[in-house]
């Protein structure tokens, strides 16, 4: 199970993600991360136990899309599970993570 | 339906069709001599039957042996191992071969004189014997490599060469016997044989095949392979023995005229040859699930045998209660007392059938787990011993029915003194598979069907036991998890709109050391491979699991793929 909870304040947006970001749950992520729009990106993943390549694959996503128009987008209170999957991917040296 | 299961339906068929085929194939020497030359045509084949039973003996000490410890090496990823036990397996299967044709050359003459018989059934057995050295070669070969094809998953190429051979056996053979005689039926077994055998050997050949000779010879490794089917092929030595010893029996208590009843009640005791195919079809999967000491799967294949032996032998033997007159005709027998007497004789052996069938398979797991000394056990007492000793108490009757119901009870009593046997010896604990008890082992086991909502669930669900009933950290619950569903995920996306079924074993052991086991029957791949293509971001994620986990090993097991995983 995931939720996602969205705050929205003028070109920012916060999504705090709570569960398991995995292949059955990662499309409900890309659906919240409508990004039009946006030009600050907080994703609060402090609540995320879990994330699989799909997760990994909406990152990315949002990531490309907001470098695009000149946005940027910051990963806080990643925990240790989903910190080692990005280290092993490489995805901690472009991201930003707080 | 389970990985397990379907897979053990997969090989079912094959291995009962292999069964069903070498018993026609026993029966079929009987069936056309009985038919095409007579009453006196079925009493020799009897007198045969136990040489039969001793190159079946040898067969099956080769063939079986090989492709269990094959089997077992392969559960244990030791390939090159499982690839010496094979060279040696056929350097044995030759050896055995040559051995048992002059052998048996020599025996011809003290053999003939011991049998008893005169006149036309003694020049009927030296003719049969001669013959029949060419198939006495030919054979341990042969079913060395129907064992290994079928232990490489080549159930397909099993079926044809056992086709191959029940159509030399029961048609070609015809005009062969209506040509020359006992000659002709002999020498026809060999030529099967060897058809079969050219059939067989195509399996080398394809992409498939894993079986891979090297250069190796040991005669340690012989008498390995010996040891461990030792147990499984002393059925056919006991049944030659007991086959030898009912046809000096009935010549002296009854005459020779009533060796023909005594084929219809060899024939049916000859059929738990038929229920073996269920330890067959079960051997494959055990034989790797006792490689991982994995108990859990192995009891429940077990228990899947068990069930199917049961049913297929109560089966059996309401049709022959139902319809004795079916073996009767089929063996050849028209005159009418004899007849009569054979009908009677039909329906008290077949009431052994439920309890061959559970020696039979008894003897396959205790095989399995290396336990020959249960496994021989088990069929010394049910197939030879017990019916005997039944028998010799039934003598003092003098009557034929009493022999034949003494028969039908020796499985039966077997049976309960061997489970008495291993409580005494070994105590009641995992009494009588040997198997410790789910809780005994930190181990679970997934079964699983490849969707989406499946693999996350059992990802979550392996997640959650290792951190919160086995108390391991978040990050390496974490990765396990993760591992599991990317690897069942890139599975999924391999095999696209089909069906696959897979098993997922997750066992930490004392030391703490957690092994994940991922069986599928998809496309065989190796996802182990750290280098393989990378072209999306789930094989790349996949590909640096891999790199993380150095402990990790791929290997393609009866057609199926197995990767493990050392965390």
Same mark, same amino acid.
């Given at each position: 199970?995931?939720?996602?909870?969205?705050?929205?304040?003028?070109?920012?947006?916060?999504?705090?993600?709570?569960?398991?970001?995995?292949?059955?749950?990662?499309?409900?992520?890309?659906?919240?991360?409508?990004?039009?729009?946006?030009?600050?990106?907080?994703?609060?993943?402090?609540?995320?136990?879990?994330?699989?390549?799909?997760?990994?694959?909406?990152?990315?996503?949002?990531?490309?899309?907001?470098?695009?128009?000149?946005?940027?987008?910051?990963?806080?209170?990643?925990?240790?599970?989903?910190?080692?999957?990005?280290?092993?991917?490489?995805?901690?040296?472009?991201?930003?993570?707080? | 339906?389970?990985?397990?299961?379907?897979?053990?339906?997969?090989?079912?068929?094959?291995?009962?069709?292999?069964?069903?085929?070498?018993?026609?194939?026993?029966?079929?020497?009987?069936?056309? +001599?009985?038919?095409?030359?007579?009453?006196?045509?079925?009493?020799?084949?009897?007198?045969?039957?136990?040489?039969?039973?001793?190159?079946?003996?040898?067969?099956?000490?080769?063939?079986?042996?090989?492709?269990?410890?094959?089997?077992?090496?392969?559960?244990?990823?030791?390939?090159?191992?499982?690839?010496?036990?094979?060279?040696?397996?056929?350097?044995?299967?030759?050896?055995?071969?040559?051995?048992?044709?002059?052998?048996?050359?020599?025996?011809?003459?003290?053999?003939?004189?011991?049998?008893?018989?005169?006149?036309?059934?003694?020049?009927?057995?030296?003719?049969?014997?001669?013959?029949?050295? #060419?198939?006495?070669?030919?054979?341990?070969?042969?079913?060395?490599?129907?064992?290994?094809?079928?232990?490489?998953?080549?159930?397909?190429?099993?079926?044809?060469?056992?086709?191959?051979?029940?159509?030399?056996?029961?048609?070609?053979?015809?005009?062969?016997?209506?040509?020359?005689?006992?000659?002709?039926?002999?020498?026809?077994?060999?030529?099967?044989?060897?058809?079969?055998?050219?059939?067989?050997?195509?399996?080398?050949?394809?992409?498939?095949?894993?079986?891979?000779?090297?250069?190796?010879?040991?005669?340690?490794?012989?008498?390995?392979?010996?040891?461990?089917?030792?147990?499984?092929?002393?059925?056919?030595?006991?049944?030659?023995?007991?086959?030898?010893?009912?046809?000096?029996?009935?010549?002296?208590?009854?005459?020779?005229?009533?060796? !023909?009843?005594?084929?219809?009640?060899?024939?049916?005791?000859?059929?738990?040859?038929?229920?073996?195919?269920?330890?067959?079809?079960?051997?494959?999967?055990?034989?790797?699930?006792?490689?991982?000491?994995?108990?859990?799967?192995?009891?429940?294949?077990?228990?899947?045998?068990?069930?199917?032996?049961?049913?297929?032998?109560?089966?059996?033997?309401?049709?022959?209660?139902?319809? #004795?007159?079916?073996?009767?005709?089929?063996?050849?027998?028209?005159?009418?007392?004899?007849?009569?007497?054979?009908?009677?004789?039909?329906?008290?052996?077949?009431?052994?059938?439920?309890?061959?069938?559970?020696?039979?398979?008894?003897?396959?797991?205790?095989?399995?787990? @290396?336990?020959?000394?249960?496994?021989?056990?088990?069929?010394?007492?049910?197939? @030879?011993?017990?019916?005997?000793?039944?028998?010799?108490?039934?003598?003092?009757?003098?009557?034929?029915?009493?022999?034949?119901?003494?028969?039908?009870?020796?499985?039966?009593?077997?049976?309960?003194?061997?489970?008495?046997?291993?409580?005494?010896?070994?105590?009641?604990?995992?009494?009588?598979?040997?198997?410790?008890?789910?809780?005994?082992?930190?181990?679970?086991?997934?079964?699983?069907?490849?969707?989406?909502?499946?693999? +996350?669930?059992?990802?979550?669900?392996?997640?959650?036991?290792?951190?919160?009933?086995?108390?391991?950290?978040?990050?390496?619950?974490?990765?396990?998890?993760?591992?599991?569903?990317?690897?069942?995920?890139?599975?999924?996306?391999?095999?696209?709109?089909?069906?696959?079924?897979?098993?997922?074993?997750?066992?930490?052991?004392?030391?703490?050391?957690?092994?994940?086991?991922?069986?599928?029957?998809?496309?065989?791949?190796?996802?182990?491979?750290?280098?393989?293509?990378?072209?999306?971001?789930?094989?790349?994620?996949?590909?640096?699991?891999?790199?993380?986990? !150095?402990?990790?090993?791929?290997?393609?097991?009866?057609?199926?793929?197995?990767? +493990?995983?050392?965390?």
């Amino acid at each position: 199970m995931m939720e996602v909870k969205a705050t929205k304040s003028g070109a920012q947006l916060t999504l705090a993600v709570k569960g398991r970001v995995d292949t059955t749950t990662a499309p409900d992520l890309s659906e919240a991360l409508a990004l039009d729009g946006i030009s600050d990106l907080t994703l609060d993943l402090g609540e995320v136990d879990y994330m699989s390549s799909a997760g990994l694959r909406c990152l990315l996503t949002a990531q490309k899309t907001l470098a695009q128009h000149g946005g940027t987008m910051k990963l806080v209170h990643v925990g240790a599970v989903v910190r080692e999957v990005l280290d092993m991917t490489g995805f901690s040296d472009f991201l930003t993570i707080i | 339906m389970t990985f397990a299961a379907a897979k053990f339906r997969k090989f079912l068929p094959a291995a009962m069709f292999a069964m069903v085929v070498e018993f026609l194939m026993e029966l079929s020497s009987s069936v056309v +001599c009985g038919n095409l030359i007579g009453e006196e045509g079925l009493s020799v084949v009897n007198l045969m039957q136990p040489a039969m039973g001793l190159v079946a003996f040898f067969a099956l000490l080769t063939g079986t042996g090989t492709s269990v410890l094959y089997a077992t090496e392969m559960g244990r990823f030791d390939r090159r191992r499982a690839s010496e036990l094979l060279t040696q397996g056929l350097w044995s299967a030759l050896m055995f071969g040559g051995a048992l044709a002059l052998a048996l050359a020599l025996a011809r003459e003290p053999a003939c004189a011991a049998f008893g018989v005169s006149g036309s059934v003694l020049a009927g057995v030296r003719e049969f014997w001669l013959w029949f050295l #060419p198939c006495a070669a030919l054979k341990p070969v042969m079913f060395f490599f129907v064992s290994m094809c079928y232990a490489d998953g080549d159930d397909r190429i099993c079926a044809y060469a056992y086709a191959v051979q029940l159509v030399g056996c029961c048609l070609l053979s015809v005009p062969l016997t209506m040509a020359f005689g006992f000659a002709g039926c002999a020498g026809g077994l060999g030529l099967w044989q060897l058809a079969a055998l050219a059939v067989l050997v195509q399996h080398l050949r394809k992409k498939a095949n894993s079986l891979k000779f090297v250069k190796h010879f040991s005669f340690g490794d012989t008498l390995r392979i010996c040891r461990c089917s030792a147990g499984d092929a002393s059925v056919k030595l006991c049944q030659a023995g007991l086959f030898l010893a009912l046809n000096l029996y009935v010549v002296a208590h009854f005459g020779e005229g009533s060796l !023909p009843v005594l084929a219809v009640v060899i024939a049916i005791f000859s059929m738990c040859e038929i229920f073996d195919g269920v330890g067959t079809a079960a051997q494959p999967l055990a034989s790797v699930y006792i490689g991982e000491r994995n108990d859990r799967l192995t009891r429940r294949i077990m228990v899947y045998a068990a069930k199917t032996a049961v049913w297929a032998s109560v089966a059996m033997m309401l049709v022959l209660l139902a319809f #004795p007159q079916l073996v009767v005709r089929l063996e050849g027998i028209r005159e009418v007392a004899l007849a009569a007497e054979a009908r009677t004789a039909v329906r008290l052996a077949s009431l052994s059938l439920p309890g061959l069938a559970m020696v039979m398979l008894l003897n396959s797991y205790y095989t399995f787990i @290396a336990k020959e000394g249960l496994a021989t056990t088990v069929t010394v007492l049910g197939t @030879a011993a017990i019916p005997l000793a039944l028998i010799m108490v039934a003598g003092l009757s003098e009557s034929m029915a009493w022999t034949w119901a003494a028969i039908a009870a020796g499985p039966y009593l077997a049976l309960a003194a061997t489970m008495y046997l291993i409580k005494a010896k070994y105590g009641r604990a995992n009494w009588p598979l040997f198997l410790s008890r789910p809780r005994e082992r930190k181990q679970r086991v997934f079964d699983l069907k490849l969707d989406e909502q499946t693999i +996350c669930a059992v990802a979550a669900k392996i997640g959650k036991f290792l951190r919160i009933c086995q108390g391991m950290n978040e990050k390496r619950a974490g990765l396990s998890s993760l591992l599991v569903e990317e690897t069942l995920m890139t599975v999924k996306e391999r095999n696209r709109g089909k069906k696959i079924n897979a098993e997922l074993t997750v066992d930490r052991n004392d030391s703490k050391e957690l092994t994940i086991t991922i069986r599928d029957d998809g496309e065989i791949f190796d996802i182990t491979d750290a280098d393989a293509a990378v072209n999306s971001l789930r094989l790349y994620l996949v590909a640096n699991i891999m790199t993380a986990l !150095p402990a990790r090993r791929n290997m393609t097991t009866t057609g199926f793929n197995r990767n +493990c995983f050392k965390i």
